[in-house]
């Protein structure tokens, strides 16, 4: 099923690499679902306002679009000595890392690219060059099979629920789908790999929380489960309680920009909020996080900074007319943190961690 799929995969793949390496190209993701239209990205300023504006968003994606964007600016520089090269290369990467604090695969992005530089200083620039190109490509083909990793693990938990001639009830969060990664998602992925485990659209049904205030669980999410063909419903973000209280929901997938060390996940604003109903109704919650996003830096929620945005995101963006005094002030977190103890499990690439998060994460090797 995921083959028949592929076509829409390659149309709306978040970031990619053209043959003539001259920019990044990525779907803007803020035209969704109306409108699919890609963009290039060749400066630096236009890949910053990419990850800063959401055009492409979700944290495999930032850490993707940022790895070919830093590969893309090397092979402009006109330096002639490693020095130069080196030095134009980490403001490139100091700035792009301005652009968003939360999500970290940004940084780990960036870092990963900066170390080949580090690393290769007797390299010929030419074939440094190469080598970022080549790195990049490698972050991207991770990211899918990581996601690949994260849907198998998933469909095993949702085959455990599933009921006899019943549709499986997934709730989920903002999107962590194909837009948000290389390809397949990261909460959706065991959604497509169902499909590609012979069950039928039919047999689950997919309940997108709106996601205010910038709707990516209306706009990303139930885009992407409908052109799937999986039954699909969108609530708005406050419904979830009345949701799961009717029994229409068995389990809970949602991403994640960042994972402190002992658990505690940070993901788009109302993830918390869901948890906490999750568990006041016993429904599984579980956590779609590739390594890449665990910080071992961070020791908790205290650890994560919080990224906060125009509070005209709320008052009038998305109104014909302002919806609040302009007087008024708005307050616009980005993201919450859902603390350990209100998390089913988390699904990494590697295995499901459960339990001590912080010594599960250690025994799989992720740091």
């Known amino acids: 099923m995921i083959k028949e799929l592929q076509g ?117 620039l030419d074939q440094l060059k190469d080598r970022l190109f080549d790195e990049a490509k490698a972050i991207q083909e991770e990211d899918i099979q990581i996601s690949r990793n994260i849907g198998e693990i998933g469909f095993q938990l949702m085959e455990g629920l599933k009921k006899p001639g019943q549709p499986l009830g997934i709730e989920t969060h903002c999107n962590a789908g194909t837009l948000a990664t290389a390809m397949y998602g990261t909460a959706t992925a065991p959604m497509y790999t169902a499909l590609d485990k012979g069950w039928k659209p039919e047999d689950m049904h997919v309940y997108c929380d709106e996601t205010r205030p910038l709707l990516q669980g209306a706009r990303l999410t139930a885009y992407e489960m ?43 604003i109302g993830t918390s909020t869901l948890a906490i109903v999750a568990k006041h109704y016993n429904i599984p919650f579980y956590v779609c996080a590739p390594s890449s996003t665990i910080d071992p830096e961070a020791k908790d929620i205290h650890d994560i900074p919080i990224e906060f945005r125009d509070p005209e995101e709320i008052k009038s963006e998305w109104y014909a007319k302002p919806m609040v005094p302009a007087e008024v002030e708005g307050y616009n977190p980005a993201f919450d943190v859902t603390t350990h103890d209100l998390i089913t499990g988390i699904i990494t690439e590697k295995g499901l961690v459960t339990g001590d998060f912080e010594k599960e994460f250690q025994r799989l090797g992720i740091f």
Not at 47 to 76: D, S
Not at 103 to 122: H, P, Q, Y
Not at 230 to 257: A, R
């Open 8 to 124: 829409f995969f390659d149309r709306v793949i978040s970031v990619k690499l053209p043959e003539n390496r001259e920019y990044v190209d990525i779907i803007d993701q803020t035209l969704l679902p109306n409108e699919e239209k890609r963009i290039v990205l060749r400066t630096r300023e236009e890949i910053w306002e990419a990850i800063k504006k959401l055009r492409v968003r979700g944290a495999p994606a930032i850490g993707v679009c940022a790895a070919y964007g830093m590969a893309v600016l090397a092979n402009q520089y006109s330096a002639e000595t490693y020095e130069d090269f080196s030095k134009a290369f980490m403001a490139d990467k100091d700035y792009l890392a301005s652009s968003r604090p939360t999500a970290v695969n940004l940084f780990w992005a960036l870092d990963r690219m900066g170390k080949v530089v580090e690393e290769n200083s007797s390299m010929p």
């Open 226 to 268: 409908n052109k799937s063909g999986i039954p699909t419903t969108v609530e708005c973000d406050s419904m979830c309680s009345i949701l799961m209280q009717s029994g229409k929901i068995q389990i809970i997938f949602v991403g994640c920009d960042r994972v402190a060390r002992n658990g505690d996940a940070a993901n788009k």
